[in-house]
């Protein structure tokens, strides 16, 4: 280990050395590894497992009910198993992606909302801050773990509702839908990681746990419930509608592009077009546009070069948040 | 001797408020350094500053000849600190908080170094226990084993005999000063219990409103302003009214008042005045049962310069 360490002039490669160098390398290793450790055997995360669990289950099984309804007429129907996460069928009122889009940012929020605050509410942050490690380890550690676990819970949600669906359906995913559904995975957690990066920087903020869950909580429903009014509202100002349909339209074309600012519809929108290979666009289709147009399916790479600018925004927004918690994070001065 | 912690003239303002002024600070190397002071006198910024984790306004400092600022991993590699009202991760055992520490500092082999620092702060027992049901002096006694845990060459102990019991104070003070004396370990001890920790300090510096007022071994401090007055307390048998008045009928003190004790008698008596004082109660026929300089107790130092401070503050 020490031959590939590189050593300072009049460093002779010692043990000190090399316990450096580990240090170096594995502060954040190990504060995520503990962070983990913490987040696997916390009682949030046997309520949560369980709460997907239930969800999930209702949910797929009431969505392949519905598709074995309609299978006798559904010939030719090609992505079928990808109906399961797309398809509303009574009782559960709404479709499995839907419920995912509600569930992660309270997954993120969950493993984001006391990195901080709950290091200082316990006394620990000074003792943890005193090690010889770097600030940013520690806030990077705590986003890994954070992750690394939704990234497990999301995948057991995906497993088990595929493994569901096989059974119920008895129909096996085509590997195309399984890189669909790969593709959508990895940005559901990049979507998680928006809300994990937010909580986090109200953990470092907010003197309390509590206020440091309820600020990026009202975040949330705000852009959920009241959403479109708001962006209908931003977009009234900045493309005022005189009643003409040119005007309609424009009016109509900010509202897109301003509830794109929105991690909410971003993920909506993209998911809708990853997990469904009919859907070709997420903006504004005139009557012109569909006219005579062939229902056709887009392969993978056609349906990302679709949301393409969505995933690149989301990606964007979820670096800015995470840069934002990690100078904040810096900037935090240990108070006596 | 060589130093192993200096500062210059080092300041931490917050806004208009100065926490710490102008502090030039000596620590040698093996010594236990004693920064004793009331709650508030700036004491915890002062060894957040020596780590690294405040940034100082103005001055300098120096922590085994590297400088916290520029190369605070260094510093932190080496120090060992237990922060006051030190907390831990309350799931996790005692034994799992120091193996989380070990690790965050790159060691590898660290099961019989924990199982023995555990076994030097008496948490043997305790040791696969969730540090959330420890009683505060065991956080406490666990926080000086997760100082050590580093191997540390200096150890700032932030108020470590707060919240212990007298008897585990006592134990505490004998692992500083076997740390000190048999490992070599520089200690800088934070506290404002004097009367607990002067007993091993081989200096003091005694610490109010961000500033040093007195600075010295605990014999140095208790040799200066020695001058006129003393005060001493005189423990006499017999009845107490007439002891005190064979007291007062010596003539040589003044100002006799009763002492914390029944049968002791406090006075004020010129310090040359001491030998014939004891001696007039013996030849008077009192019972000298003890005889006790109270300023030679670093307390009564520390009243005496806190008390100054306090009235300037009034006059000014």
Redesign the interface.
């Given at each position: 280990m020490t031959t590939e360490l590189e050593s300072t002039a009049d460093e002779t490669p010692s043990a000190g050395a090399t316990?450096?160098?580990?240090?170096?390398v594995?502060?954040w290793r190990?504060?995520a590894?503990?962070e983990i450790a913490?987040h696997l055997?916390?009682g949030r995360f046997v309520v949560l497992m369980g709460v997907l669990g239930i969800a999930t289950a209702a949910a797929v099984f009431a969505a392949s009910g519905g598709i074995r309804d309609v299978a006798p007429n559904a010939q030719g129907v090609t992505a079928l198993f990808l109906k399961l996460f797309t398809v509303t069928a009574d009782p559960v009122p709404f479709p499995l992606i839907v419920f995912v889009g509600f569930l992660a940012p309270l997954l993120g929020i969950m493993f984001g909302f006391d990195a901080v605050s709950g290091e200082r509410s316990?006394?620990?942050l000074?003792?943890?801050?005193?090690?010889?490690?770097?600030r940013d380890e520690v806030i990077l550690g705590k986003f890994v773990a954070g992750l690394t676990v939704v990234a497990i819970m999301l995948t057991a949600l995906v497993l088990f509702v595929s493994g569901i669906g096989i059974v119920r359906l008895g129909v096996v995913p085509t590997p195309t839908e399984i890189s669909r559904l790969f593709v959508w995975l990895i940005f559901t957690i990049i979507y998680v990681g928006f809300w994990q990066a937010l909580a986090t920087l109200c953990s470092v903020l907010a003197k309390r746990a509590s206020t440091s869950a309820m600020i990026p909580l009202g975040v949330w429903l705000v852009l959920t419930l009241f959403g479109s009014f708001i962006f209908g509202a931003i977009a009234s100002v900045l493309s005022p509608r005189d009643g003409s349909d040119a005007a309609e339209i424009a009016y109509m074309q900010t509202v897109q592009t301003v509830s794109q600012l929105s991690p909410v519809t971003l993920f909506q929108q993209v998911s809708s077009v990853l997990l469904d290979p009919e859907v070709r666009t997420v903006g504004l289709v005139t009557l012109e546009q569909v006219d005579r147009a062939i229902v056709s399916e887009l392969n993978l790479t056609q349906s990302l070069a679709v949301v393409w600018p969505q995933i690149a925004i989301l990606v964007a927004l979820t670096s800015v948040m995470f840069a934002a918690a990690y100078i904040a994070f810096m900037r935090d001065?240990?108070?006596? | 001797m060589t130093t192993t912690i200096r500062s210059r003239k080092l300041t931490k303002t917050y806004g208009e408020h100065t926490v710490v002024d102008r502090l030039d600070l000596d620590i040698e190397a093996g010594e236990v350094f004693g920064l004793l002071g009331p709650n508030g006198a700036g004491k915890t910024t002062t060894i957040l500053m020596l780590l690294g984790l405040v940034e100082p306004t103005k001055g300098k400092i120096e922590v085994l000849g590297l400088d916290p600022r520029w190369n605070p991993i260094e510093v932190k590699r080496k120090v060992g600190y237990l922060p006051d009202a030190v907390g831990f991760y309350d799931p996790m055992s005692g034994r799992e908080n120091l193996r989380f520490t070990a690790r965050l500092n790159g060691l590898e082999d660290y099961e019989d170094l924990i199982d023995s620092l555990l076994g030097l702060v008496g948490l043997g027992e305790a040791a696969d226990q969730a540090a959330g049901e420890y009683s505060r002096g065991m956080k406490q006694r666990l926080g000086v084993a997760d100082a050590l845990v580093k191997g540390p060459s200096v150890l700032i102990l932030d108020e470590p005999t707060t919240a212990i019991d007298p008897e585990g104070v006592v134990e505490m003070l004998v692992l500083i000063e076997r740390l000190a004396k048999e490992e070599g370990v520089t200690v800088l001890l934070a506290s404002h219990l004097l009367h607990q920790v002067q007993a091993v300090c081989d200096r003091v510096a005694i610490f109010v409103r961000g500033k040093v007022v007195a600075q010295g071994t605990p014999h140095e401090l208790a040799a200066v302003d020695h001058g006129k007055n003393i005060r001493v307390e005189f423990r006499l048998g017999g009845d107490p009214a007439k002891a005190r008045s064979q007291l007062e009928s010596v003539g040589t003190v003044s100002g006799v008042a009763a002492g914390r004790v029944p049968g002791s008698w406090v006075a004020d008596l010129d310090s040359s005045a001491l030998a014939p004082t004891v001696s007039g109660l013996v030849s008077g026929g009192a019972d000298v049962i003890g005889v006790h300089r109270l300023d030679e107790d670093l307390e009564t130092i520390y009243r005496r310069y806190f008390e100054t401070e306090e009235e300037e503050e009034v006059t000014t």
């Open positions: 316990s450096e160098e580990t240090a170096r594995g502060g190990a504060v590894r503990k913490d055997l916390s316990q006394g620990t000074p003792r943890l801050l005193s090690q010889p490690i770097h001065e240990v108070r006596a | -």
